[in-house]
C-alpha cells in the first residue's frame, strides 16, 4: 500500500484535476483504509496487495465524497501493487515512504491531517523499493482515473481490476 503522504498526494490531485475543493471528507476517506489494524477488513482482500474492489462494491454505495475516497484510496493500493511497485521488501517500503515523504509534501503542497500527524515520518536516504519518478507518475495517473468509470468496470467485472500478481 502506498503511505499516506502518496495516498494524499493522489487525493489532493484528484481533486485538483476534476475542479473540485480541497474536501476534508474526501481527504479522511482516503486515508481511512489504513487507520487499523486489521488491513483485511478495509481492504476486502488478505492484505493491501489483494485488494479487492469487487467486494468492495458489493458491500458498499458510494454516496458521498468520504466514500468517493475511501474507493480511491483502494484503486491507488490495487495499482500500486498490480502495476507500479516491481518488487516489495518489507520493512524496507516503510522507510521508503520515510525517504520521500518530504518531497511529496514539498511537490504537490500537502498538509498532513491531524489524525495522522504521529504516523509520518521523515528521514534521509535512498529509496530500495520505489523512486520519486515512479510515485510522481502514479500520483498522475491514479489521480487522472474516472472513479464512475471504474464502478462500472469493477461491477462488470472487467479483468484488469480482478487479477493479482504476486510480487517477489
Known amino acids: 500500500m502506498p503511505g499516506y503522504v502518496i495516498h494524499l498526494a493522489i487525493a489532493k490531485e484528484y481533486l485538483r484535476k476534476n475542479k473540485k475543493e480541497p ?12 487507520l487499523t489494524t486489521d488491513k483485511s477488513k478495509t481492504h476486502y482482500g488478505k492484505s493491501p496487495a489483494y485488494t479487492n474492489l469487487g467486494k468492495y462494491l458489493e458491500k458498499n454505495n458510494i454516496e458521498n465524497d468520504y466514500d468517493k475516497g475511501f474507493f480511491l484510496h483502494l484503486i491507488a493500493d490495487y495499482l500500486f501493487y498490480n502495476r507500479y511497485l516491481k518488487k516489495l521488501e518489507k520493512p524496507q517500503i516503510y522507510k521508503d515512504y520515510d525517504y520521500t515523504n518530504k518531497s511529496i509534501i514539498e511537490k504537490y503542497d500537502i498538509e498532513v491531517l491531524d489524525s495522522i500527524k504521529n504516523k509520518v515520518f521523515f528521514e534521509e536516504g535512498i529509496p530500495v523499493n520505489i523512486t520519486l519518478d515512479l510515485l510522481y507518475k502514479m500520483i498522475d495517473e491514479v489521480s487522472s482515473l474516472n472513479l464512475e468509470e471504474i464502478i462500472a468496470e469493477v461491477k462488470n467485472n472487467d479483468i484488469k481490476w480482478n487479477t493479482y500478481k504476486k510480487l517477489v
Open 23 to 34: 474536501n476534508k471528507n474526501f481527504l479522511e476517506g482516503t486515508i481511512a483504509p489504513d
